[in-house]
């Protein structure tokens, strides 16, 4: 294997790692967190919990903040699992194929990817929705006093789409660089 397929693969790693980390978590709290039905009509069990962060089981059928709930069941696989694999689809290809990303934005690609795999395996394969079971204290920033219930491959597509996006301001792509 050369040099410049080691630095194109070896990010995958972290890709790999989210998706597993993921899926385990999420099994565990599935396995070990009962659910029962919420005021608002989710399912939610309470184990631990402070002030600042609860550990609950929240199943979500749409997507980020329960966007698209109220959308027919008919239309949800389409939006939800069918156009995120286009998206990840274009991203894993963009990613092979070009070689001007750094470093940097690499592992962030990566990142972007393993969390979007981690919640598309769980919108396949539990028919409940995906699995989400963080919720942390937001103090009314925004009007939120909680910010919505999440998991760790939402945290990893927002924390390194967030490092992509300040790579691709701060750090020139390797064409940039060269002219």
């Known amino acids: 294997m050369t040099d410049k397929n080691k630095y194109k693969l070896l990010p995958f790693l972290l890709a790999g790692l989210i998706i597993l980390a993921d899926q385990l978590v999420k099994g565990f709290i599935v ?100 699995v989400d079971f963080i919720s942390v204290k937001f103090f009314g920033f925004l009007g939120l006093d909680r910010w919505p219930t999440f998991n760790i491959a939402d945290a990893s597509v927002v924390v390194c789409g967030i490092f992509l996006f300040l790579s691709i301001i701060l750090f020139p792509s390797r064409r940039e660089r060269a002219a």
Do not use: C, M
Request: proline share 5%; net charge positive; no cysteine.
């Open 31 to 130: 396995k070990n967190w009962p659910l029962k039905n919420g005021s608002g009509g989710e399912f939610i069990a309470d184990v631990f919990s402070n002030d600042l962060l609860w550990i609950i089981h929240v199943r979500n059928k749409a997507i980020a903040f329960s966007l698209g709930n109220n959308l027919p069941e008919n239309v949800r696989p389409a939006l939800f699992i069918v156009l995120p694999l286009l998206v990840l689809a274009f991203l894993g290809w963009y990613y092979l194929k070009t070689d001007e990303l750094t470093r940097i934005q690499r592992w962030a690609f990566a990142g972007i990817l393993g969390g979007g795999i981690g919640n598309i395996i769980d919108r396949v394969f539990r028919p409940d929705g995906v």
